[in-house]
């Protein structure tokens, strides 16, 4: 997610840059219309705002990917044992992905324990 922020602020530098250039090429005189200054203050508002939102939503990526590791690992664990089980009591094979994908949030913690565990 950091780096949709980056990228973002990056747009918002040259979208400010690009109007700036519009403004003074195209516009010199623009009387009787929305001041092209305020206009470009508005924007650096609202590249501050995203800052803002990066460095408060910097915490949370970090623990989004502490609970998602703390899932795959109880995932893995649950998995294990289950089939430690049915080794054990001899019982007839369940096939475990056809359980997983058949319940939402598993489904959820299967497709990210693919991809990260």
Do not use: W
């Not at 609202?46 to 803002?52: E, P």
């Amino acid at each position: 997610m950091s780096v949709v922020f980056q990228k973002a602020d990056s747009d918002l530098d040259y979208i400010q840059y690009r109007l700036e250039y519009e403004i003074k090429t195209n516009y010199p005189d623009s009387a009787g219309k929305k001041n092209p200054v305020t206009l470009l203050k508005e924007l650096s508002a609202i590249k501050s705002r995203y800052q803002t939102l990066h460095v408060r939503f910097k915490p949370i990526s970090v623990e989004q990917k502490e609970t998602k590791s703390r899932i795959c690992a109880t995932f893995n664990k649950t998995m294990t044992l289950i089939q430690e089980l049915q080794k054990e009591t001899d019982l007839e094979h369940v096939d475990l992905t056809r359980l997983v994908k058949g319940h939402a949030f598993l489904d959820y913690v299967a497709t990210a324990e693919e991809k990260t565990c």
